[in-house]
Structure formats: C-alpha cells, structure tokens
C-alpha cells in the first residue's frame, strides 16, 4: 500500500476547490458560466469518485488508498488519507448529493457565484471528514464544514435565516469543542503508551486494540469518550440535543437541506463508528444502553414531535431525528446484522431525506410557503410529482422494496437480537418500543402526504400550478432511482461495507490482545512517520 | 579639548538617560490622553515609543558587548535589536493609523476622536 | 421435485409488475391522446397481465398435481436480496400446494375482477392509475404467497399494505378517503411491527443455535430452514413459543382485521368496489391465514397460543356478525361479513385445522368477492348510492346481477350441501366444537370448543343479516328511491369522490411565474376533462341492468361458489371426516419438508392437536366422545334455516320503520351495532387522540423545555451579564486610554512591588 505522496484521494479533496476557485475567476456577471462550471464540476468529481474509486477493494477492513505526509511532526500531525467500507459509500454519497443539489441550484437567483463556490468549498471539507485518517485533520475538516454551511443559510436562507445560522453554528461548534480536547488528551495516553505522539488513527486503534492506549488510565477512557458522543451526537442529532436540527433545516435553503440531512449528520454517526467505537472499545459498549436509550426516545419523541408540525420542512426535519435515532440504535447494537444495517441506514436517510427536501423545494420554489395550511389537493394538480413524492415517502417510511427498509429492518433486528443475546446490556423493551417508531413514522409521514395531496384545493393559486418540468422529473428520478436501486439489491451497497463494520464490531466485543484486529498492516506507517521525527 | 561624542555620552550617567526617558514617555502619556486631534495623538504615541528606546539603548550600552559563548539574550545587542523591531513595528502602525484616520475623515469631515463613538452601546 | 420445471413461475409476479409500470409510463399518455383506444388497450393489458399469470399459475399448478416426486414442493433461488455473513436471505420462491393455490385464486379472482374494473372503472379520468395500482397489487399479493421466506413474505405483507392505502385514498379529493386509506395503512403497521419482532425472534434463536442445528448458511428465515429448526428448537422453550407465535399472530391480525385491529377494514370500503372485492375481501385480509399455515409448525406448538388465536377468532366473528346486521351501507354489510368470516378462518387455525382456514379462504374469496362485484353493479345501477334504505324490489330491474347475488349470499349464508360456503364452515366447526387441545375455558369445554359453538351462532346471525342485505336490495316490491325528492342531497355514501373542490382562481396579487402556472384558460381547460356530468340518486331515477361485462366475470366466481367445489374438496364427509381431501393436498409439500427436517410422523403439519400427531386412533375414540358429525350438519342447517327465516320475516316485504331514516327509533341494539358498538370510537379514536395529545405534548416541551430552557438559556444569561458590562463602554476614546495606562501603571507597580519582595531576584 503506497503510504506517501497523492493519489486519488488528494485529487478529490482539492477538485472542489480548484471549482471553487474557477467559479470565482469565471468571466463578469453571467450567471450562466457560474452554473455550468459549479454544475459540470461537481458532475465530473462525482464521475471521478466513482471511476476513481473502483478499484476499492470490499472485502477487507484494511484501509485503502492510504496516503500520508507528515504536516507538523512534532506534534505528531500527518496529513493522512484512507479509505474503508464505511466512508467509500459516504463519499460516494457526498459527490453525488453535492452534484444534484448544485443542479437544483439554478433556482438560486442571488449572490450565484458565492452560492456555488461556498457549496463547492463544502464539499471538500465533507469529504475530508469522511477521508482523514488522522484525528487533527478529521478535526478540521469537521469544523471546515460548518462554515460554509452556516453561510449558507445565514444569507440563502428563509425568513428567519440569522438566528438559525448562529444557532445552529455555536451549538455544533461548541459541541466539537470536546472532541478537540478528547483528541488531544488521547494523543498524549497514546505518547505514555507507546513513546509516540501521534493523532494518527490507524496508530490509535491499533494501540486501542492491543489494549494499550487507555491501560495507564483506565478511568479516562469513559471521559474522553464522553466528550467525542457529545461532539458526534450533536451532530446526528440525537435527543436531547437536537433542536438545532429543525431551525436549520426550515431555514436553509433546500441544497442545503439535502447536504444537511444527506451528509452533514452522517458526519456524526460517522465519527461513532470511526472513532467513537474502535477507539473507545470497552466503554462504548458500556456507555451503549444510555445511547440506545437516547436513540430510541429520539426515534419515538422526534416522531411524534414530526407528526404536530405545520410546516412540511419541519415535519421532515424531525423526522431525521427519528431516523437517525435508528441509525444509532442500530450501531451501538453491536450486533453483526445490526451495525451494518445503521450503518447502511446512514446512506438511505441521505437519499430518502434528501430526496424529500429536493421536492419540498421544487414546490416552494412555485408557491413559496412551506406551511400545510396553504396546500392540499395536489394530486390531481401535479400527478407526477404527486407519485415522485410518494416515492420517496414510502422510502422514508420504510416499506420493503424501497432502500428505508433494509436498513430499518436490519438494525432492529440486530438491536433486538443484542438485548436478547446480552451483547448489550439493555431491557427488551427498548427495542421494542423502536420498533413501533416504525408506525408512528408512517402517522407522520402519512399526515404529510394527505395535507399536500389529498382533498379539494383550497388555496386557489395551486388550481393553476402546472406539474414538474423535464429535468425536474429527471433530478428527482435519480432519488428514486437510488431508492429502488437500495431496496432491491441492497447487497451493492450491503457488501462492501460488511468486512470494515464488522471490524469496528469486533473491535468493541472481543477482549484486546494481539490477536485482534491489525489495523496498520502490512506497512505501520504512522508508526514509522512520526517515529523517526521525534 | 573635543571630546568625541560617544566618550561624553558614556560620561553621562544612566540616570539621566532614564529620567529623560521617563519624561518623554509622562509627556507622550499626557498628550495621548489630552489631545483631541489623532495626528497628534499618533504623534505622542510615537514619543513615547521613542522614550522606550532610548531606555533600552541606554540600558544596552551598560551590558557587556557579547563575546563568544555569552548568549546574544543577555548582551547589548539584545537592546538594539530590540529598538529596530521597535521602529519597524511604529512605521508599520503610523501606515496603518494614518489610513484609518484619512478614512475616517473621508466619511466624517472631520477627526475629533470624542466623536468617534459608534461602539457606544 | 426439480426446481428448473418451476423456474419459469416468477413470470406470475413480473407480468402485472410490468404492467403496473406500463400503465403509469405508456398507459396514462396513451389515454390522454385518445380516451377510447387508450383505456380499451390499457384495460386490456392490465387484464391480460394478471390472466397470463393466471395460465401460468395453472399451468404449474397442473404440474406440480402430477409431479412424480415425493415432495410437492420447489424451491426456486434467483438472486440475493440480503446476504451477510449473519443473515442470508435470497429471492426465491416456494410452489407448493399452499402458495399455487394461492396463486390460482389471487390471479383467477384477480383477473376477474380487473375485467369487471375496466367498465366499472371507465369513466374514471384516473384510469391508467386505478390499474397500475391493481396490478401492483396483485404482484404483491403474489410476493406474499411465493416468497420462500418470511422477509419476501414481509416485503408482499407491506407491499400489499401500501397498495391498499393507494386503493382506499383512490378518490383523492374526498379526505375522508384519505383519512380511510391512512387508518388502513397504520393499523396495519402494528401488525407489521408484530410480524417483524416475530421475525427478529426466530432469527436471534436460530441464529443463536446454529452450531446446536448444525445449520451452515445464513439463510434462517426461509421456510426450509426456518420450520424445521424452529419446531426442533422450539418445543424446549414453551415461553418463547408462546411470544413468537403471539407476534406471529399480531401480524395475521393487522392485515387479517381481527379483533381489535379489524377497525381499519369496514372504513376501507371507502375505496372503489372492485378494490373492496379483490383486497378487502378474497386476497389482502386473507394473507394472515396464510402467515399461519406457512408457520402452523410453530404456533401449534403452543396451546396457550392457539386458544388465543381461536378466542380472537372467534370474538371477531362474533362482532363482525353483530355489526353487520346494524349497517345500512350495502358495502358495509359486506365489510363486516368479511371481518366475520376472516374470524372464522383463524378459529380454524386457532384448534389447529390450519387447513380448513385456508378452504375457507379460497371458497370465501370466490363468494365473497361475487358478492362484493354484485354490490357494486348495483351501486353502479343506483348512481353510486350505496344506502340500502333507498334500494327495495331491484329483483325484477337487475335481473341477472339478482340471480348472481343469491348464488353468492346462499354461499355465504351456507346452504347445506349446495354450497362451498357450507363444506368449508363445516369443515373449521366440526373440529372446533370437538376440540380438546386449547387450553380449558368453561364447563369442560376447551377455548377452541367454545369459538366453534360461537361460529354456529354467527352462522344463524350470518344467514340472518344476509338475508336483511338481500331482501332490503332486491325483494318487496316498494321503490324506495322514489320518494326521493330530486332537490334532496342525500348525504350518504358518495361513493364516487366527485365533489370538485375546484375553486375559481381569483389572484390577490399572487405573482405568478408563467414558468410554473398555467394561464387562467389553460387551468380551465385542464380542469375541464374531469368535469363530466353525474346525478345523484332521486325519483326519476331508473335501474338498468349493469354492461355485461359487469356480470359476466361473475358467472364464473357464481359456479365456484356451487357446493360442487366443496364435494369435490371434501370428499364424502359423513363417512370419512379425516384426512380432509384438502388438507392431503395442502399439506403434501410439507409433511415430507418435516420428514426432512426433524419433525418424525405424518401430519405433523397440522396438527389437530398436540397430542395426536397423526394418530388416527386417538381422534377416532375423540370422535365418540364428541359431537359427531351428523348433529353438526342438523344444527348448521338449523341456524341457516332459522337465520334465513327470521331474516324474511322481519325484511321479507319491507323495510321496518325502525330501520328507517330517522335513527332515533332505531332500537338501541341495532343502532349500537351500525356503530360498531362504539369499539372503533374507543379504540382507534381514543388511540389517535391519545398520541396525538402526547404529541402536542412533546412539541410543546420541545419548543419550550429542551430548546427555550436548555438551548436558548445559556445564551440568554451571557446576553444579560454582557448588557450590564457594556454600560463601561462609554465611547469616549480618551477614557479608554486613560484606563489603559492606570491599567499599566497598576501592573507595572504590582510586579516591582513583587520584585522588591523577593529582594531583587
């Protein structure tokens, strides 16, 4: 594995930028240049990560792609990339949605150049989160993309665009505050441990697997990992600190929504399963019950919360926390079926998600309200987009042939099969009580549906709507596509990432030595970096 | 009998040199807060930077000259160096401030510092 | 048994997928170009789909009778759906004698009623819609009986769900529709979620057990795997065969409507007739009973289990049947029949006779959906009323759909040996009464033999309200509609959601982008194809007898519904009641299954009880202790005679003034009884205020406690101690400087103060 110099990865990270900046060279004031640059750029670094990344190899958990440089030896800070299972499909999933929502963007008239280059700039930091391999850059880039994204709505968002901006700013800000510091105190528990100081994950979970990284304090290990789930679950969100979620998500403008629902809060769910587990073992499984615990109010509280809203974009905002609420029940399973099936629920609520801010924006750019009580009576108004929505809907709620399902079903499963086996320490019950999230999402999601579409039009403005455009139908049929596509043969998506959860399963289940897994083989080569400098 | 000027400057004693310092720096203070126009404000900011320096050229003149193995931190050279950064860093401020001060008299007309209030609560 | 003769049978699932898609890609613009070609072709399509399926089922079905092989039993694998190294689940499909006949009554019955559609259907501007929701619906439904494990099952149980909710909320503009179709769909989902936990359990034991079974593929949940292993495993752990199978029933129960979640199924009418046919009455609601026959192996494994299964039955009979003879929409007769008759089923699967549960279901789906098509041509008939208080002597105006009504209503009412309706009910009540295995209710007798002497009680109560329905339709000689005045807006039962919330546009300077909303012309235009004329019922009104292509589909449900079906099935019942020809044949496939698997003996498969696994001596000697099997026939032709007799007493010439118009004097029994009893108030009306009230609840804490107290409260304390410090903030620039030398005075003389301290170090 070539452990130096740039490769795919890098190119990745920067082609957003080197768009961004062309976009910011693009001649005078025409909007047009603006788009098609922003668009056809983004399109071709979906195709590049697509092509790019085919040689991706599912089979294994060992990190791949791996590049590494040393930034600041000292104080043991690589430049470092990689990629496994659980972040291939995630970048996949973030070219793509950053692709589509740049389409939608045409429908943006103001401030054009900035928008573009802010997104463009956005996606290199979600793609850094979800590549680094090195606990500072992962840092960074976590906070990177808070920047453009709280930009984005303080200036393209609604009516009351400001406060949703610095709230959901400080809130995430200072939540990742903690993870900082956890970094910092873990990096110096690994320089006790080994002579090396190091942010290098690789070298962390390995030290974490041998069961040196927190042997001199024991007791440090709960605390430090506490900081990393307040940082990460902040993020998810997850109850009870979730209300930033809904106020951004109404005030954003709807690319940002779908970026926010699609990939922002996998970037929580995703620190879990690369950080806050492998690196954590013996306290994430402890600290497991209070998140299945939170995770499953989450999943029933934000349901019924989503079932009283009278704004659509809300609505569908608390539903995220209910569907990530399964996300993370199904993660801190730790159960085989159940780990792969949240971490697979991550790309779904993306697409179902995102899928549903994109049609909630198609109308609100026709009728500009978001509120039920301006709706009603659309099916007959907009067939098309009547059934595009259902779609996408029926996928939200979890109905098997469409990708919600698997996901759903999986992580249950596996959460019920944990309490029963004992694997995690927590009453039947709550399961259970999960399970039923799944009626209360159809009460909501259904409730939406019958508000927009069902009954006479009483707002006499939408007896003249006329139903999507060409490329609309386009845009939205690669959501529904996808949903299909995940719920049919979820095996495409399923398999590559089977052998990296499983790692980070056994890496929490089984007691360290080391015969666990080998994270950094055949070539340790943080190990050998950082050494040498000191 | 023409003394050349660095023996008498050595006869004069660093007392002196630190009270002349020491009134330079009260006159500069004094000016800093009295006067309303912000040229001369600049003005007795420079002086009292100026005062510091004489103070440390006059402090380095009485260190030993810094022969091998003596660390440049503790010999006269420390002083002077110390002076030029200070020098560099008053141009760069004067640059700076006299900007702000013809921006500000580009939109107000006029550079009375007690009207300049606008981060008042 | 080769699987490659079988290969072929997913054709039956992918021709009406493909037609669904045809419809609502091709179909929809081929309609909207020209109306006629375009509906003759896209009806004609969406028939022809389901009956290939149906020649195709037939044709595996022929050959699965005269395979030579043991097994009556192929498993065909076609792709992984799911495949982990905990949980392998394939696409593949088992044809045996379960899922074939299934298939021949989903696709018979199916294309049938798609047939009678296309006319009842055509004036509808939704057409194409109507059938891709039906096809898909029947592609579903076929999902459901030939997956070969329970997640395919599952993906067919809510399949078939989502459709309904389509079918239910097919008429969009009404809401209360749309509140019908959501009800449905949620209702369901609790059963779904019990089927699921079910599911979750049978995979964490077996997979838990694998090494014990020696089991080396993942593939725990299909049906080769799973009922063999789970009836090994099971019978050490009688607690979780009591949970699982519970759960198992849970789910039969959301989709089968039995007590209490049957509350979706009467509001379900609300959809299209031939949907209230097809769905929610022969395929859809039946698909529980089918669950249990595909898992009878593990829920007869509990006794505890099986009582509940029978009480449950036999309470929803009961209800169904009391419910039914207080309604006056003729669909809700049906509706509440059909909840009745589903409560039948699952007392047959309650005391174990898991075949005669699936008898009834094919011989109840022939008559049931006979009677449901009858219903709606004369709805059809009646301009979409479907208020039987305005009906009365449509006998001689609707002449044939009269006849081919009585067929199916002496079917259901159980004519003696005429009809299959007959053979099946005895079939379930005979054991049911007989019953020993349940656990013991009252007098002696078991659970499972009260439920039976219950469904001889619905019986009579079942020939009884049908005779009401009938008699109210066609007999006596008044015309009730005729003193309808044509001014009088009868407010009942609008079939058709035709109401047009059409509301003229009157812009309040709405600016509106020509990019996105038609011209004030255009929207007219648009608005304009739906707008066709439609009459309410009134005195000018006169029945004609339904197109023929709304009856003849029926002749062939009306012969099934002959008890000829019933003989061939159920052979000569008074010499040998057992083994039921049915149950031989049902039951083939999976008698060798267990053989394979651990399960040693004959029929262990349905078993009547625990404790005769196919002992035959065993239930001989039961036999003479019980009821025997003439005294049974004596009492069900006792309870049709006196159900029919009363019911033409009391409606033989007209309609009783206290079943009128005016409610207030309705007896109070009967009134209660159109009203459900109150059951549906109280249960899914308390339900839905209860977690609507939690939810107001929630969101008011949630804007209040976690976002204005926890979120915003930091905040708002760092704003008022940050008010109070710019009060320092004068603006005077000078001040500031002063401030900032005392400031540096101050330090400066701290740390020579601090120096002088230590002596000048």
Redesign the interface.
């Known amino acids: 594995m070539p452990d130096t110099g740039f490769g795919i990865l890098s190119l990745l990270l920067a082609a957003p930028l080197v768009v961004a900046i062309l976009i910011g060279l693009a001649p005078g004031k025409s909007h047009g240049a603006i788009r098609a640059i922003g668009i056809g750029g983004s399109g071709l670094i979906f195709l590049m990560s697509v092509i790019g990344l085919q040689g991706f190899d599912g089979s294994t958990h060992r990190f791949q792609f791996v590049e590494s440089l040393p930034l600041i030896p000292q104080l043991g800070i690589t430049y470092k990339l990689g990629m496994d299972g659980i972040s291939y499909w995630l970048v996949l999933l973030t070219t793509l949605l950053t692709f589509l929502s740049l389409i939608f963007s045409v429908y943006v008239k103001e401030r054009v150049r900035a928008y573009f280059a802010l997104m463009l700039v956005l996606e290199t930091a979600m793609l850094g989160v979800f590549l680094a391999l090195d606990g500072i850059l992962f840092y960074c880039f976590f906070e990177a993309s808070l920047i453009p994204m709280a930009l984005l709505i303080a200036v393209w968002g609604g009516s009351n665009r400001r406060k949703a901006a610095i709230k959901f700013f400080v809130y995430t800000f200072a939540a990742s505050i903690f993870l900082l510091a956890g970094l910092i105190v873990m990096a110096i528990q690994l320089q006790q441990a080994t002579g090396v100081l190091s942010f290098d994950i690789l070298a962390l979970q390995a030290a974490a697997a041998e069961g040196i990284l927190w042997a001199a304090h024991p007791a440090l290990q709960m605390t430090i990992f506490i900081a990393f789930a307040v940082a990460f679950a902040v993020k998810c969100p997850m109850f009870p600190v979730h209300t930033w979620l809904p106020d951004a998500h109404t005030e954003a403008p709807t690319a940002g929504s779908i970026i926010l629902a699609g990939v922002l809060l996998k970037m929580g769910t995703y620190g879990f399963l690369r950080m806050g587990i492998p690196l954590f073992p013996e306290a994430s499984l402890e600290a497991a019950p209070v998140i299945n615990l939170l995770a499953v109010i989450g999943i029933i509280y934000g349901a019924l919360v989503a079932a009283r809203q009278v704004d659509v974009k809300k609505l569908v905002a608390y539903s995220s926390v209910a569907h990530m609420g399964f996300v993370m029940l199904g993660i801190f399973s730790f159960d085989s079926n159940g780990m792969i099936g949240g971490a697979y629920q991550q790309l779904n609520h993306g697409i179902s998600t995102g899928g549903l801010f994109l049609l909630i924006g198609l109308l609100y750019e026709r009728i500009h309200t978001r509120l039920f009580k301006d709706m009603g009576g659309l099916k007959a108004q907009m067939p098309v987009y009547a059934m595009l929505f259902l779609i996408m809907m029926l996928s939200s709620v979890g109905v098997p042939g469409l990708n919600g399902f698997v996901g759903e079903f999986l992580a249950l499963m596996g959460s019920f099969q944990s309490a029963l086996d004992g694997v995690v320490d927590m009453p039947i019950a709550l399961p259970i009580i999960a399970a039923t999230g799944v009626i209360f999402a159809a009460v909501y999601l259904l409730i939406m549906f019958q508000k927009v579409f069902y009954g006479p039009i009483t707002n006499p403005m939408l007896s003249r709507l006329k139903d999507l455009k060409r490329w609309e139908v386009g845009l939205t049929m690669c959501f529904v596509a996808l949903a299909f596509l995940g719920g049919i043969l979820p095996n495409i998506f399923l398999k590559p990432m089977e052998a990296s959860v499983d790692a980070v399963r056994r890496m929490a289940i089984e007691a360290p030595g080391p015969n666990k897994i080998k994270w950094n083989e055949p070539a340790p080569t943080a190990m050998a970096n950082t050494g040498e400098v000191n | 009998m023409i003394l050349p000027i660095a023996t008498i400057v050595q006869q004069v004693p660093l007392g002196a040199f630190l009270g002349l310092g020491l009134t330079l720096f009260i006159m500069g203070?004094v000016g800093?807060?009295?006067r309303?126009n912000p040229v001369v404000v600049f003005m007795c900011i420079e002086l009292m930077l100026n005062s510091v320096n004489l103070i440390l050229l006059s402090f380095a003149r009485y260190l030993p000259s810094g022969g091998a193995g003596e660390s440049p931190m503790n010999s006269a050279v420390s002083g002077q160096m110390m002076v030029i950064f200070v020098m560099a860093i008053a141009a760069a401020e004067v640059a700076v401030g006299l900007g702000i001060i013809m921006a500000i008299f580009r939109s107000r007309n006029e550079v009375d510092?007690?009207d300049?209030?606008?981060?008042?609560? | 048994m080769e699987a490659a003769n079988y290969q072929a049978i997913y054709w039956v699932i992918l021709l009406p997928l493909l037609g669904a898609l045809f419809q609502t890609l091709v179909g929809k613009a081929m309609v909207q170009r020209s109306p006629g070609l375009g509906k003759l072709v896209s009806g004609g399509v969406a028939v022809g789909t389901v009956l290939a399926g149906f020649g195709i089922g037939l044709f595996h079905h022929l050959r699965l009778i005269n395979d030579p092989g043991s097994v009556k039993a192929a498993t065909i694998t076609y792709f992984d759906w799911i495949n982990l190294a905990q949980l392998h689940i394939p696409v593949e499909l088992r044809f045996d004698a379960l899922s074939s006949t299934m298939v021949l009554v989903i696709t018979g019955i199916g294309g049938l009623i798609h047939i009678y559609a296309t006319r009842y259907m055509a004036e509808d501007k939704d057409f194409t819609r109507f059938f891709a929701y039906l096809n898909l619906f029947v592609a579903m439904m076929l999902i459901l009986v030939l997956g070969n494990n329970l997640a395919l099952l599952f993906v067919g149980w809510e399949g078939v769900g989502v459709c309904s909710y389509l079918l239910i909320g097919f008429w969009h503009k009404d809401l209360a529709n749309s509140r019908a179709a959501n009800k449905a769909f949620i209702t369901n989902r609790i059963g779904d979620v019990g089927l699921a936990l079910g599911m979750f359990w049978l995979v964490a034991l077996i997979g838990g057990n694998r090494e014990v079974l020696g089991l080396t593929d993942a593939r725990w949940l299909s049906y080769d795997v799973l009922i063999p292993a789970a009836s090994q495993l099971l019978s050490q752990f009688p607690h979780e065969t009591f949970w699982i199978s519970l759960l198992l029933f849970v789910g039969a129960m959301g989709k089968s409507a039995q007590f209490p979640l049957y509350v979706w199924l009467p509001d379900a009418m609300a959809g299209p007739t031939p949907v209230s046919a097809l769905i929610h009455a022969a395929t859809m609601v039946t698909s529980g009973v089918v669950l249990l026959n595909r898992v009878s192996e593990i829920i007869a494994l509990s006794p505890a289990a099986m009582s509940i299964i029978a009480g449950v039955g036999a309470i929803t009979a009961l209800l169904g049947a009391i419910m039914a003879w207080g309604q006056t929409d003729i669909k809700k007769v049906l509706a509440y029949s059909t909840v009745s008759q589903l409560g039948y089923m699952f007392i047959a699967c309650g005391v174990g006779v898991f075949y005669a549960g699936m008898f009834h279901v094919v011989t109840h789906a022939f008559f049931k959906a006979l009677l449901f098509l009858g219903s709606g041509s004369v709805i059809y008939a009646m301009a979409h009323n479907q208020d039987m208080r305005n009906y009365g002597g449509l006998g001689k105006k609707l002449k044939i759909t009269y006849v081919i009504m009585g067929i199916g209503y002496l079917a259901l009412a159980g004519l003696p040996f005429a009809f299959s309706g007959f053979w099946s009910k005895e079939a379930i009540l005979g054991p049911a009464v007989n019953d020993t295995a349940t656990l013991p209710l009252v007098g002696g007798l078991t659970v499972g033999a009260v439920a039976g002497w219950v469904g001889f009680l619905v019986a009579f109560m079942t020939a009884f309200y049908m005779t009401r329905m009938m008699c109210l339709t066609f007999g006596g000689k008044t015309e009730r509609w005729r003193e309808i005045e044509p001014a009088h807006h009868d407010d009942h039962g609008h079939d058709h959601g035709h109401a047009h919330g059409h509301a003229h546009d009157d812009d309040h300077g709405h600016e509106m982008d020509p990019a996105f909303f038609m011209t004030e012309e255009e929207a007219h235009a648009a608005a304009g194809h739906d707008d066709h004329h439609h009459h309410d019922l009134d005195k000018t009104h006169e029945p004609k007898e339904v197109p023929w292509l709304m009856w003849a589909p029926l002749i062939p449900m009306a012969i099934a519904s002959f008890g000829l079906i019933g003989v061939w099935m159920y052979g000569d019942v008074w010499k040998a009641p057992h083994p039921h020809p049915f149950e031989g044949f049902l039951h083939s496939a999976e008698v060798v299954t267990a053989k394979n698997g651990k399960v040693e003996g004959g029929s262990a498969l349905a078993p009547r009880n625990l404790e005769d696994h196919g002992d035959d001596h065993g239930k001989e000697e039961k036999k003479e202790k019980g009821v025997d099997t003439n005294t049974l026939v004596l009492v069900s032709a006792l309870t049709f005679a006196g159900g029919v007799g009363l019911g033409l007493a009391l409606y033989g010439r007209r309609l009783p003034a206290s079943e009128g118009f005016d409610l207030s004097k309705w007896n109070p029994i009967q009134k209660a009884a159109g009203k459900q009893l109150y059951l549906d108030s109280a249960l899914s009306g308390g339900s839905s205020k209860g977690v609507m009230g939690l939810a107001s609840a929630f969101k008011v804490f949630d804007k209040g406690v976690i976002d204005g107290l926890l979120v915003e409260g930091p905040p708002k304390v760092v704003r008022a101690v940050g008010g109070l410090l710019?009060?320092l903030?004068?603006?005077?620039?000078?001040g500031y400087?002063?401030l900032m030398?005392i400031g540096i005075i101050a330090l400066v003389a701290y740390f020579a103060y601090v120096v002088s301290q230590r002596g000048g170090q």
């Open positions: 203070g800093v807060l009295i309303r510092i007690d300049m209030s606008l981060l008042k609560s | 710019t009060t903030q004068s603006g005077f620039v000078r400087a002063a030398q």
